[in-house]
């Protein structure tokens, strides 16, 4: 089995919002495979499809951004998932608005829901797919990352979310996360 996890924060307030960035990356995936989003009882909405024989769980946490390790770790636990077979969608701010980077590991960056997800799994060897929002630059970080996104910047985000995609699909198609990171980590 391999989980793919969006964070993000539940409600309609939320939608669209910059640190909602990866609930589209795993919405958009939903909407690929046509399947839907249910409560499941490890505080998360989650969804499912098979691949080449392999079951894909798709997991949004539901208890909001600064606690998403409490939904990840009971995941983790319940379906005794090793590291390896997960990889975490976040937006971050100190990439450019549409570029994405992949990681294997490493600190937060000051990011509350990768922090959060470190914590409570005890180690910061996992996968991510950062997804760049921009920084605010003389702006309200928490204001800025809690707006939503233009229309200019929607067009901008939705290459950045193909590409996730294009990552999340080639991954599960077993090609090796280097191998992404060497092909989408170059800047453009």
């Given at each position: 089995m391999k989980v793919i996890i969006g964070l993000g924060n539940v409600g309609l307030q939320?939608?669209?919002?910059?640190?909602?960035?990866?609930?589209?990356?795993?919405?958009?995936?939903?909407?690929?495979?046509?399947?839907?989003?249910?409560?499941?009882?490890?505080?998360?909405?989650?969804?499912?499809?098979?691949?080449?024989?392999?079951k894909i769980l798709l997991i949004k946490?539901?208890?909001?951004?600064?606690?998403?390790?409490?939904?990840?770790?009971?995941?983790?636990?319940?379906?005794?998932?090793?590291?390896?077979?997960?990889?975490?969608?976040?937006?971050?701010?100190?990439?450019?608005?549409?570029?994405?980077?992949?990681?294997?590991?490493?600190?937060?960056?000051?990011?509350?829901g990768i922090k959060s997800i470190t914590e409570k799994l005890g180690t910061d060897e996992y996968k991510r797919i950062r997804v760049g929002i921009g920084h605010p630059k003389n702006r309200n970080i928490v204001n800025y990352v809690l707006g939503k996104f233009t229309d200019d910047e929607m067009d901008i985000l939705n290459v950045a979310i193909e590409n996730s995609l294009s990552v999340i699909l080639n991954w599960i198609n077993n090609m090796s996360f280097e191998k992404l990171m060497n092909k989408y980590n170059v800047k453009k």
């Open positions: 939320y939608e669209n919002t910059r640190h909602n960035t990866g609930f589209m990356v795993v919405n958009n995936l939903a909407a690929r495979k046509n399947i839907f989003f249910q409560h499941f009882k490890q505080d998360c909405l989650g969804s499912s499809f098979s691949l080449n024989d392999e946490p539901t208890t909001f951004m600064n606690e998403s390790g409490i939904a990840v770790k009971k995941i983790v636990n319940y379906y005794d998932l090793n590291l390896e077979d997960i990889v975490v969608v976040h937006d971050d701010m100190d990439l450019s608005l549409g570029r994405i980077k992949l990681k294997t590991h490493g600190s937060s960056g000051g990011h509350n």
